[in-house]
């Protein structure tokens, strides 16, 4: 049926629920934390629709319906003001941030990097960073205490820098973090006025920091760049394949600036992420110590007791599962958002131009219809069978469609060689009972950074 057929999607529309929380309500909790923003019917229902301050957004929980938006209607879709607003300055038009042409032209530039014999043999690199940090920690006073985030952010930043830029180049790792974090604090404010349509220029508490914190990171990125062209050396990275990289229509090559946009994106989302998908992990771990001991003896039975080497990575299936379940509990990026760029098919209706479409993974991932007690731990869902039983958008920490995340395979191996190194030697514990709390940043982030203590396996 052609699209002018069908009828466009509104409050009225039959099979949609409408959220009707007023804006004075929406706008300070999205400031607050725009996980808790959600409509709550997103856990229960399928679509839901709201609109505010006139514009359109469509919430999307049901794996057909995220299928149907993201995968097979890709094309109508932008990634946005939202994202261009908040992640923009920082990152300029980079891979994630781009849309279009320029979009397609960096992605096909970069894939190289992330062919499944390029990231095996960045596999030993992975295992000595995570070997670093091991270390430290036994060298540290018998029952220390660390800050689970920081550790994870310092080892995969190591992780990123050394396999995708060949080293950190002078770049210093707790400026950048705390560049990072002083970047995302003030989101919340972004997500609010950009639904308000308010005008870009209107200031916002942390709003200097963040700007500020963003010009460090790009001078830092720039210097890096600079020494790189000057030192004409053929290390076969990340930044090697920007500097030769042309547009397939225009043969034009990339400007530092460009370049600068992809080495900030590489290095953020590709290591703040997998940073928290692992400071979660082992957070669940200490509590839930029947798995902790599964996680244990798989690895001692993969690497027969010895140094944990590249080959056994693949092999480590319980391991794998335990990050995946930690994953769709606390999805790293817990929410996704597009713009319509034309009117496009769903569910029988036509959402039109200028709609916001929104997947909110994490609901997605604590669906009522889609998993059974969803708040439970179990790891035992990623086991083959369960995956199969399952749609395939049931689970998406890394998104869907041509948009999916492209460092999905090197996060999953990263994670799996980082929990198998240091859960060979050390037993990580939680002086606190529950969880700590979510908070969105972009990210989700532990409200504080938790300690765990650290003893000797
Ligand atoms: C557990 C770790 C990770 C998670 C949960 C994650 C999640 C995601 C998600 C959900 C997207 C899609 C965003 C959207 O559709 O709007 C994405 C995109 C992206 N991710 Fe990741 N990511 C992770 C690790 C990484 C790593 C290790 C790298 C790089 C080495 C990376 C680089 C990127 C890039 C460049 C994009 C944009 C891709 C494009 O638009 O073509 N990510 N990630």
Known sequence: MSIDALPRISEQSPGVTVSRRSP????????????????????????VYSRVAGRERILLSDPALIHEALVRNADALSKGEDVRRALGPALGQGLLTADGAHWRWQ?????????????????????????R???????????????????????????????????????????VEKGITDYLKPTGWIFALSLLSAPEWLPYPGRSRARSAALYLR?????????????????????SLLLAASDPETGRTMTDGEIADNLLTFMTAGHETTALGLAWTLLLLARHSQHEEKV????????????????????????????????????????ITRTAVRSFPLQGFTVPAGAVIVVPIHAVHHHAALWEDPERFDPGRFSTEQVKGRHRYAYMPFGAGPRVCIGSAFATMEAVAILAVLLQSVRLHSQAGSMPAPL????????????LLVERR
């Open 133 to 175: 940090t091991r270390d430290r920690w036994l060298s540290a006073e018998p029952g220390a205490a660390v800050r689970i985030g920081h550790e994870m952010m310092r080892t995969t930043f190591d992780i990123i820098v050394d396999t995708m830029m060949s080293g950190p180049g002078g770049i210093d790792v707790a400026q």
């Open 440 to 451: 969105m940043r972009v990210t989700l982030r532990p409200r504080q950074d938790p300690e």
């Open 107 to 131: 992605r096909q530039s970069v894939a190289p990097a992330f062919r499944h014999e390029k990231l095996v043999g960045l596999l030993p690199a992975m295992i000595a960073a995570a070997e």
């Open 24 to 47: 004075i309500k929406v706008i300070p909790a999205l400031v607050r934390d725009p996980l808790r923003a959600l409509p709550p019917e997103i856990y229960r229902e399928p679509l």
């Open 219 to 239: 001078s830092e990125i720039t210097r890096m760049i600079a020494e790189r062209r000057a030192s004409h050396d053929e290390r076969e990275d990340l930044v």
């Open 296 to 335: 244990v003896a798989e690895i001692k039975e993969v690497t027969g007791g010895g140094p944990v080497r590249p080959e056994h990575i693949a092999k480590l299936a319980y391991t794998r599962q335990v990050f995946s379940e930690a994953m769709r509990l606390y999805p790293p990026a817990p929410i």
